[in-house]
């Protein structure tokens, strides 16, 4: 997008038009399913009236083609969808479709949906820059991509084999050293927020994840059935899968990634960038519908509600015991650890949850240097700049009447300190390497 198109778009994206009618948050009950379906448990909602929107503001178009995958921290996306407020923004014809892998998302992304695929995803928050970057693209060809809100923080876990449960591992990794030598151990995608996570840990255990054990892709549904079958000794990914594996006593959780980094940004909401450029006030359109939804996920009397949508077939397909309890904060470790209320739960929306911080992407792209999946003269305040559309977020807030309380006035969360003590200040990503005992020579 030139300079001057951005402009134009970031005036007509951040104004109130007169007459129109505005969402204020979203509250229980404010808001109806557009899911012809009734939703689990004998919830039936039904299509929200639309908001009178100014035809100046209007979308472009009212179509888009969402890509998720089963993982509770989609729920924002599904319930945009089921309580109707793509179509109360003038997206009436929003459709949110299951994907079976990131790298099928990645694909599917890859086409657009004029080919086939669709236009924007519920995403690993680093997909997106190595997407832009063209270093997990065919013939790695850059597509551009934009970043237009994060979905959640925390609500990942580390899970390990129950072969192992006499360690009661947890955050130090180190014990299991020599228990898991050689043994596989998984994650969803290479470079992805998982990846990162598992590797995080292990390196700071003492682990080298790229000598001491074989770092592997799995999809996220494929998870516990690997490590029943004895495939893998540990795997990190997000929810329902880590619940599962501790309920069907298969294993236990290590962590849950928010001990390892607390408030960490976890999954995206991304677009295509050519599907933006040329239809800013839909983008717009689309991420409040999100925003909102964020909103009404992260109020407490919401989650029983929240998890009957998204455990149903057509969503997440598991049963909704093994969405609640984490999805209120209650962990059960599967050790003998409970925790009623952890404050490291997944967020939506509390704290800045779905601000997306350029601080944060700059971590995302230091870490996958570190490991050698993006190249280490990669310019990374440039190309979070690129990628990174806070402004296309502000705009949606504000439009949405967000207080500006809640709104961050600033792209950085500053200095970032991990579990083991190590910080990370994203003015000297350099810097954060060097001090790294553990990186790919």
């Not at 134009?8 to 109806?32: D, E, M, R």
């Amino acid at each position: 997008m030139s300079n001057l198109s951005r402009r134009k778009f970031i005036l007509t994206a951040g104004a109130t038009a007169a007459g129109t009618l505005l969402a204020h948050g979203c509250s229980s009950g404010s808001t109806t399913s557009s899911s012809p379906s009734p939703a689990a448990g004998g919830a039936s909602p039904t299509a929200a009236p639309a908001v009178n929107i100014n035809p100046a503001d209007a979308p472009e178009v009212t179509n888009a083609k969402l890509g998720f995958i089963a993982l509770t921290d989609s729920a924002p996306l599904i319930i945009a969808q089921e309580k109707g407020l793509f179509a109360k923004y003038g997206m009436t014809g929003v459709e949110v479709a299951k994907q079976a892998s990131w790298p099928v998302t990645r694909d599917n992304l890859e086409l657009g949906s004029d080919k086939g695929g669709i236009d924007g995803a519920h995403i690993l928050s680093p997909m997106p820059y190595q997407m832009a970057l063209g270093t997990i693209t065919k013939g790695n060809q850059p597509v551009p991509m934009y970043i237009l809100a994060r979905l959640n923080t925390n609500g990942q876990g580390i899970s390990v084999s129950k072969k192992y449960l006499d360690l009661k591992v947890g955050t130090d990794s180190k014990a299991l050293k020599e228990a898991i030598a050689n043994q596989k151990v998984a994650m969803t995608f290479p470079g992805g927020t998982h990846d990162l996570w598992m590797r995080y840990w292990l390196a700071a255990g003492g682990i080298n994840p790229d000598t001491d054990v074989s770092v592997i892709p799995v999809p996220p549904p494929q998870m516990v059935a690997n490590m029943k079958s004895g495939s893998m000794e540990a795997f990190c990914v997000g929810e329902p899968w880590n619940a599962q594996l501790v309920t069907q006593q298969v294993g236990y959780s290590a962590l849950i990634t928010g001990e390892l980094w607390k408030d960490h940004p976890e999954k995206a909401f991304t677009m295509r960038g050519d599907w933006v450029d040329k239809n800013p006030k839909a983008a717009k359109a689309i991420t409040m519908a999100v925003l909102e939804a964020q909103q009404w996920c992260d109020k407490p009397e919401n989650k029983e509600e929240m998890c009957q949508i998204i455990s149903q077939d057509k969503w997440l397909k598991v049963p909704v015991a093994d969405i609640l309890g984490r999805m209120k904060g209650e962990i059960d470790y599967g050790t003998g650890r409970v925790e009623a209320a952890s404050p490291v739960a997944m967020k939506f929306w509390r704290d800045n949850a779905s601000y997306p911080y350029k601080s944060h992407d700059a971590w995302f792209i230091t870490e996958n240097i570190r490991w050698g999946y993006i190249p280490a003269a990669t310019d990374i305040k440039a190309t979070v700049d690129k990628v990174n559309r806070e402004d296309i977020w502000k705009a949606a807030a504000t439009t949405l009447g967000v207080p500006a309380a809640e709104i961050p006035t600033t792209t950085s969360r500053g200095v970032e300190t991990f579990f083991d003590g190590v910080k990370f200040d994203p003015e000297k990503p350099q810097d954060y390497l060097t001090g790294l005992a553990i990186k790919k020579a």
